[in-house]
């Protein structure tokens, strides 16, 4: 048995027959304190393991995966929309088609998880609708213990699944496309409607300023979009030129990512000075969950036919960083990236970069290697 600290609290960490035990332990302000909780608590589970009674690290192996969704199915009833609640009824029908009535759910392991994930990708179903059916899987699992049906989820990590052909390609707007989109978002259209009559009439297009700063907000920062919402006025530093960007993305150790201050240019200062502030715990931008289809609409109405995401302003953030011959590194970290790995995408955007770097090394003049060249060749 181990007691080690974890950020603000401690954690015991130890096997018992085989099976690990852990747990979180609060209230405790020294080591000595959590020792001491921990060597109780440990009685209690060596006791509760010799009387055979069920502990921490034990999945009844008699319920069935059957059981288990249609439960957490019912217990939805009257939480969500009739629509909703049909498809989690379908979502369980299909999952319980899989794994077969008799399934046990104490043997939905990471690797009869892996199966399903790839069975369905094999069928044909998009990575959306299976990572769909794996968060229904992990919900009712969640469910099931909450209700004291099982002890312990019986799986470590259900990976997501991935559609590698939509996550690869990614694309980023051009320099004119991003000046018809903030002349939209600023200035409006006043577009030629045809009626169904045949007749043809003027209409006024206006977008509201939010989305302009929005939208100037990402293509000047390369923030990411739940970065962007939870922006505070306290996070903005006029007299630095810096803004403070807080991420929930985990890092390679598996704590969150530190925040990051990308300095402001002169667009995103004077954005800030017009716009009205607020108390220092004041949102700036705060969610919005019709963001994507704003957007749409105005790239529609700017001429961009193309399909851009919210996130590809961050992509045209890089990516015109890049074209401009800024090394990977500084993008890294103006992104947030903990290493230059996820950057690389974008360095075949900066050929002249590569070319200005060969240019600073000029072993031997021209004319001394034309000369000793045209001597042996003679």
């Known amino acids: 048995m181990i007691v080690r600290r974890r950020g603000n ?13 852990r747990k979180k ?54 939480a969500v929309v009739d629509s909703w609640l049909k498809r989690l009824r379908q979502i369980s029908r299909d999952v319980s088609a899989y794994f077969g009535d008799d399934a046990r759910f104490c043997a939905l392991n990471d690797t009869l998880l892996a199966r399903f994930r790839n069975h369905r990708a094999n069928d044909g179903v998009t990575a959306k609708t299976i990572n769909m059916e794996l968060g229904f899987i992990v919900a009712a699992g969640r469910y099931a213990r909450a209700q004291g049906l099982i002890s312990l989820l019986p799986w470590r990590k259900a990976e997501r699944a991935t559609n590698r052909s939509a ?22 259209v006043d577009p030629s409607i045809k009626r169904k009559d045949g ?50 993305k985990a890092a390679r150790s598996g704590r969150n990512a530190k925040a990051r201050h990308v300095p402001m240019n002169a667009s995103l200062a004077e954005m800030f000075d017009t716009m009205e502030r607020g108390r220092p715990s004041d949102l700036v931008f705060g969610a919005d969950g019709n963001l994507g289809r704003r957007l749409k609409a105005a790239l529609r109405w700017a001429g961009v036919e ?49 070319q200005e770097a060969v240019n600073v090394l000029n072993f031997g ?3 001394d290697a034309a000369r000793v060249i045209g001597v042996e060749s003679a």
């Not at 609290?9 to 035990?21: A, K, T, Y």
Request: charge should be positive.
């Open 9 to 21: 609290h401690f954690e015991l960490d130890g096997r018992i027959n085989g099976r690990r035990v």
């Open 25 to 78: 332990i609060e209230g405790c302000r020294t080591k000595r304190e959590a020792q001491a909780f921990a060597d109780a608590y440990w009685g209690d589970l060596r006791k509760k393991e010799l009387a055979g009674e069920s502990m921490p690290g034990r999945v009844e192996k008699t319920l069935l995966v059957r059981d288990v969704l249609t439960s957490y199915c019912e217990s939805r009833a009257g």
């Open 167 to 188: 996550d690869q390609s990614w694309t980023f707007l051009e320099a004119d496309e991003i000046d018809r989109l903030l002349s939209v978002l600023r200035n409006g």
């Open 199 to 248: 007749c043809t009439r003027r209409v006024k297009v206006r977008f509201e300023l939010d989305l302009y700063c929005r939208v100037l907000f990402l293509l000047n920062s390369g923030a990411r979009r739940g970065e962007m919402d939870r922006l505070k006025w306290s996070d903005i530093d006029t007299s630095r030129g810096q803004v403070r960007i807080v991420t929930r």
């Open 306 to 354: 193309r399909h851009v995401r919210v996130h590809d302003l961050r992509h045209t953030f890089a990516s015109h960083l890049a074209m401009q011959g800024i090394p990977i590194y500084s993008i890294s970290k103006l992104l947030g990236h903990s290493n230059t790995t996820m950057t690389e995408r974008y360095a075949h955007l900066s050929p002249g970069a590569l």
């Open 365 to 367: 003049s021209t004319g």
